[in-house]
């Protein structure tokens, strides 16, 4: 066969053209990987200023368990109080926080009889390095870890705030959901693109989107070697950045979260899940929690309290009667 001339005088062109696409598309990727981190969030006070009234000074000590690596992760144990003994709770907290920040909601708990455990996530308080994980999956492997560790009594509930929330409504879409009896989900973040997500969480975290885009390309074609970049930075005190944990990189920030499809996950849980937050909450749009559940084909209950925000949800005496509630009945 004869191939026509002006075909082969096209050619180098065409791969020119090729050449040229492929080499820009790397350029793009660069500039987003190196330019596209997240900037600077100020602080946000609504966030930082509720703990300073927060007595720690009965905080029970870290304890530790194992991870796969080897790595020692840690957690605190709060005994229940009193002879009626109702079950066991495992709290997930917030973004850049740590078991610390439960200590108010775990001790409500144990008082009304429940074994309570607060967990330092993996990246954040004393659980390895702050701000980072080795890959995308490895939470779910601590908790299944620290679950077989210490084995919670049943009925068991996996209580998660926030960003904890978002994870605990990905171990409840798991393999591993049959491991509680019940997640209770605070608040939750459910991605950027759920209905109840306000930008930036209200200012709580400056999002370095373009890297975040050029990573998840990169992963898709199976190229990790850049997941240890920041791409999320949350809006911290220079006090408090001492200790709690003021960026995550892609795998941390990919793994403490619902999965990519939030609905995909709320339909793949199977067990007895409900949701509470406060109607006053300055970081998501929580009117919209029951209208994303029903959309999913699910009833679960969704709880909203009046006049409470994001973080005193948390802390607030009436909303920790409320979560009580929800664990004990």
Do not use: C
Not at 20 to 31: C, D, S, W
Not at 278 to 302: H, S
């Amino acid at each position: 066969m004869t191939i026509p001339l002006n075909v082969l005088s096209a050619r180098p062109y065409f791969l020119l053209i090729s050449s040229a696409i492929i080499a820009l598309a790397i350029f793009i990727l660069a500039l987003a990987m190196w330019l596209g981190g997240p900037g600077a969030a100020p602080p946000m006070p609504s966030i930082n200023d509720p703990f300073k009234s927060v007595d720690f000074s009965h905080m029970p000590a870290l304890k530790d368990y194992q991870g796969a690596d080897g790595a020692k992760l840690f957690y605190r144990e709060y005994s229940p109080q009193g002879d009626n003994k109702k079950g066991s709770a495992v709290l997930v907290h917030g973004s850049s926080a740590s078991s610390s920040s439960m200590h108010p909601m775990a001790q409500a708990l144990a008082a009304a009889g429940v074994h309570v455990f607060a967990l330092d996530i993996r990246g954040h308080g004393a659980s390895g390095v702050k701000g980072h994980i080795d890959y995308i999956g490895q939470l779910e492997s601590d908790l299944h870890l620290f679950v077989k560790a210490v084995q919670p009594l049943s009925p068991s509930t996996l209580i998660g705030f926030s960003s904890g929330g978002g994870f605990a409504l990905r171990v409840a879409a798991s393999e591993m959901q049959s491991a509680f009896d019940h997640y209770l989900l605070l608040s939750p973040f459910l991605g950027p693109d759920a209905p109840n997500y306000r930008p930036n969480s209200g200012g709580w975290v400056s999002v370095g989107v373009p890297r975040i885009v050029a990573l998840l390309a990169l992963n898709k074609a199976g190229i990790r070697y850049w997941n240890h970049l920041p791409v999320t930075r949350f809006a911290l005190t220079d006090e408090a950045r001492k200790f709690l944990t003021p960026e995550y990189d892609f795998n941390l920030a990919m793994n403490f979260s619902v999965h990519s499809n939030y609905l995909s996950d709320i339909r793949n849980a199977k067990g007895r899940v409900s949701l509470l937050a406060g109607d006053a909450d300055e970081a998501f749009y929580t009117q919209e929690l029951k209208g994303i559940v029903q959309r999913a084909g699910k009833d679960w209950p969704v709880q909203l309290l009046p006049g409470i925000g994001h973080i005193p949800l948390t802390l607030d005496k009436a909303a920790l009667t409320s979560i009580v509630e929800q664990v004990i009945h």
